[in-house]
DNA sequence: TCCTAGTTGCAACTCAGTCTCAATTATGAC
DNA sequence: GTCATAATTGAGACTGAGTTGCAACTAGGA
């Protein structure tokens, strides 16, 4: 599988150990879909079987990130989230602040004008973020129902 | 001057009173140009002499926000920072993650996209976060020095 | 002036994430 | 295979931003 490859590729270059832990934490990602977080994580860990630390994952979730292999979404209230990378495009999100669903969207234009602004200033960019809050259309549904 | 009008207005529509703490805040905040942050403020209290708790600054916060005068931005790591803004522009932002500092821009193609985007998913849209991290033209001038 | 719902400061608390440290282990060299 | 050693681990203490409970205080309408 491509993402294993390259995690281990990832640590060898880096002089890491691929341990016990780290086989766990990237099964797990690679078998949870959509978007998850850490205590998530964590009850998979356990229910496999293949109990890992908060500490041990906190640790390594940053080195799937420089591998490549999962995203960090940093939402509101310092909560953060993951999601699979490998074999994806780049993408940004919508996310629904009333049930928390979280929907995707792409747009290469968005990502031209991003490139022209920091073109003009001579910034140099090495990531970004680019979040829609709001209701999803079932949410705004109810909530119009809801008002009469 | 409007942003006290403003304030004042918010309060009583919501039956909120305007209390000394409130307007030492909202002087406060008025009186600090480009980002600050929670501790630049309560510098600030200080220093005027006028003091105000943090717990207190804490739950107005979000009043001033309500009553749109200012705009709360997240960044990474929990960092919260704040900008006033009564008769400016929405605009997104530029952080350089080497020195910290925040430029703004403005793009109306932007968000027609994001409307666009929304339209098409029946999303109502709230609120949204669009955030370019990267090496400022300093920071990456110094950068490329180093290495050379 | 009185009444009361709203407000305050303080200190205790929460919650996500980080750090310390002693014990353990993967991996390269022999 | 054995050894040496640098990386890694779990547990629990810790941090820092932000929140909360509470008793004392106060703005502002009747």
Redesign the pocket.
Same mark, same amino acid.
Request: aromatic fraction near 6%; charged fraction near 30%; charge should be positive.
């Given at each position: 599988m491509q993402a294993i490859e390259r995690f281990?590729d990832f $640590?060898?270059r #880096? *002089?890491?150990?691929?341990? !016990? /832990? *780290?086989r766990v934490?990237l099964d797990q990602v690679l078998g949870t879909r959509g978007h998850f977080? %850490?205590?998530q994580l964590l009850a998979g860990f356990r229910r496999a079987g293949h +109990? %890992?630390? *908060?500490?041990? $994952?906190? !640790? #390594? $979730? +940053? *080195?799937l990130i420089e591998a490549g292999i999962i995203h960090k979404l /940093?939402m509101a209230?310092?909560?953060?989230r993951y999601e699979l990378m490998v074999g994806r495009h780049h993408h940004d999100h919508l996310i629904c602040t009333d049930c928390g669903l979280i929907l995707e969207f792409e747009s290469h234009d968005v990502e031209r004008i991003q490139d022209e602004v920091c073109r003009r200033r001579g910034f140099v960019m090495t990531g970004h973020t680019h979040q829609i809050r709001g209701h999803c259309a079932a949410c705004a549904g109810r909530r119009r129902r809801r008002r009469g």
């Amino acid at each position: 599988m491509q993402a294993i490859e390259r995690f281990a590729d990832f $640590l060898s270059r #880096n *002089r890491l150990k691929m341990t !016990r /832990e *780290r086989r766990v934490i990237l099964d797990q990602v690679l078998g949870t879909r959509g978007h998850f977080d %850490v205590d998530q994580l964590l009850a998979g860990f356990r229910r496999a079987g293949h +109990p %890992v630390s *908060r500490a041990t $994952l906190y !640790r #390594n $979730l +940053p *080195r799937l990130i420089e591998a490549g292999i999962i995203h960090k979404l /940093e939402m509101a209230h310092g909560q953060a989230r993951y999601e699979l990378m490998v074999g994806r495009h780049h993408h940004d999100h919508l996310i629904c602040t009333d049930c928390g669903l979280i929907l995707e969207f792409e747009s290469h234009d968005v990502e031209r004008i991003q490139d022209e602004v920091c073109r003009r200033r001579g910034f140099v960019m090495t990531g970004h973020t680019h979040q829609i809050r709001g209701h999803c259309a079932a949410c705004a549904g109810r909530r119009r129902r809801r008002r009469g």
